[in-house]
Structure formats: C-alpha cells, structure tokens
C-alpha cells in the first residue's frame, strides 16, 4: 500500500516538472528580441513617451529632388539652369513685340547648363521668330569679353555694332531673316546673343536699345 502511494505520488511530480519545463519555454518563446536585432520603426512613437500617438506614414514629406528646366522629364541636375527672368522676361519681350500675344518657344543649339540658358518668345500665330536671348555666364568680365570675340568667329555675316552704349567688341550678324547682337555686360561676367525677326526688327536700333538695357542690369 505504502509502495503503491509512493509510486503515484512520483508519477505527478514526474508530469508536473515536463508541464513546468513547457511552460518556461512558450514564455521565453514570447519575449521580444534582444537590442542586437535592429530598430523597429513601430517602436519609435512609445520610446519618445508617446504611447497613444499612432504612426502617420501618409502625410509624410517626400525628399525633394531638384529637376532642370528641360521639356525631357525627370532630368536631374546637379545645379540649376543659368537665370535670365533679371535680363530678359516676358514683360519685355511683350513691350518689344506689343499687340501680340506670345508664346515660350524652344531654342535649339547649346545644351542648358548653370552657366548658359536661352530664351525665345514667338507670336501665337503666324510663325515668326519673335525675339530670343542667349546667355552665358563666365567667372570675371574679362572672360565675357573673350567670349564675345570668340562668338563673333563663329556667326556668319559679321559687323561692328553701330555706335552706342554697348561695351566695346559688340557686333551684329544676319542671316535667313534674323537679326542678332551679341555684346557683353557692362560691369558683369555676362555675354549675350540678342535675336530678332525681321518681322519686328526693321532696323537694328530697337535692338540695340533693348541690349543696352540688358547689358546695363545688375
């Protein structure tokens, strides 16, 4: 009888100690990851003491990437295209070509750069040239300068540009009904190529007044 008690008695403890065991291992199976097992972006709200606050991904701010001016989309560049609204913008072009409306147009030649842009505003209709400008920007204007002459190697139908109050080495050129100035700064590190249609240019001196003006802006 004794032996019989004992038996039973050691049978419990036996299936008490393994329920024991599975017990503690379920619960350690549940404990959360150790430090070494990285961040967890869901944590980030109850660390800073906000328990109650949920997490909005949605209204989060993308990175903002910057994008060249270019008609080809998703062009990057590492700076932005050369500035021209100070030389030349559409107002100006609106008072040089009045009672018309204009459109920006493509200018094609130079690949757009920080340290060139161009610029042409057409009539809406009738499918004149209008007036454009080309810009470079150099590091003195001395270098300005030299640019100017180089250009002028490089335009066809050449000429001094008519007495005026354009920085010396400015000239003119025409071509296929197109008239152009090309002159520099008169104190910046600025050359520019100034073009009109014939359409609006029956003469260089509206031209040369509108390039005075630029070359005069700081």
Not at 170 to 187: C, D, H, M, N, Q
Not at 192 to 218: M, T, V, Y
Request: charged share 20%; hydrophobic share 40%; net charge negative.
């Amino acid at each position: 009888m004794i032996f019989s008690a004992l038996l039973s008695r050691s049978r419990f403890l036996l299936v008490f100690c393994a329920f024991a065991t599975l017990t503690a291992c379920a619960d350690e199976a549940n404990e959360a990851p150790e430090g070494d097992s990285g961040p967890d972006v869901t944590t980030a709200a109850t660390e800073a003491g906000e328990d109650d606050v949920a997490l909005d991904f949605e209204s989060a701010e993308p990175a903002q990437e910057h994008v060249a001016t270019s008609t080809k989309r998703g062009t990057i560049a590492a700076m932005p295209p050369l500035s021209l609204g100070t030389f030349l913008s559409r107002a100006d072009a609106q008072e040089f070509i009045p009672n018309t409306p204009l459109d920006e147009a493509p200018f094609p030649g130079q690949r757009v750069s920080s340290t060139y842009n161009a610029v042409r505003y057409t009539p809406s209709e009738g499918g004149a040239f209008g007036l454009a400008l080309q810009a470079w920007s150099t590091e003195t204007p001395e270098a300005a300068e030299e640019r100017v002459a180089s250009l002028r190697e490089q335009f066809l139908n050449v000429a001094d540009a008519p007495q005026s109050a354009l920085p010396e080495g400015a000239f003119t050129s025409e071509r296929a009904g197109i008239r152009t100035l090309v002159f520099r700064s008169t104190e910046r590190a600025y050359a520019f190529a100034l073009s009109c249609g014939l359409d609006h240019c029956r003469n260089w001196r509206p031209l040369i007044a509108l390039g005075e003006s630029i070359a005069a802006k700081q």
